[in-house]
């Protein structure tokens, strides 16, 4: 099953190419979708080609060849190759459907960046049974650094936004306004501690007024 955006991308595409074998361009692509930045548009092309929709070729540079079309043409044949080239990352989102609840996706968490100042990628759907009270967000992984704990690099992370938080909780914090981190809290009297989940990372302390907590990890999404 795809997203309404997976699916209408897709289609966009299909029809660009039946009608002059060109296919459209990113820019072209994210203002058919109503986008505001083209790494959705990655993320969606990704999507498809996780879900069979679109396959890279081989011995071709990033080509994708579209392999069937949505909804009630998913059992038809394949439509004929058609072949473009767009540069996009491999992460996909994952699939929509009942029982989900759709929160916002602020992209890859980075050191220098705040939270606040990612950009919304898109809304993506998780299932409700993970969000409990307050205001959610999703975040990708950038890094190893909690390999330990089972969270690995482009792993996606469900947040509930908080201020606060429990000793031996894994947040995000973020360290003199500047650097953002996952990381699991501790507090020993007037400091933070920020613990990785791997030996090869030195655990970090702070004054606490130097640590600002921006939200508690309550999920983890994998697609293999």
Known sequence: MLTKKQRDLLLFIHERLQENGVAPSFDEMKDALNLKSKSGIHRLIGALEERQFLRRLPNRARALEILRLPDNKE???PVPANIFTPDFGPKPEEV???GTVDIPLHGR???????????QFEN????ASMIGSGSHYALEIDGDSMREAGILDGDTIVVQRCDAAENGAIVVALIDEQEATLKTLY???????????NRDFKT????ANRVR????????LRQY
């Open 96 to 98: 929509s459907g009942p």
């Open 204 to 207: 970090q302390t702070y004054a």
């Open 109 to 119: 968490i980075a050191a220098g960046t705040p939270i606040e100042a990612l950009e």
């Open 75 to 77: 059992n038809s044949p």
């Open 213 to 220: 907590i921006q939200g508690r990890l309550i999920g983890l």
């Open 124 to 127: 993506i759907p998780v299932p």
């Open 187 to 197: 507090k020993k009297g007037p400091d933070v501690t920020l613990e990785p989940s």
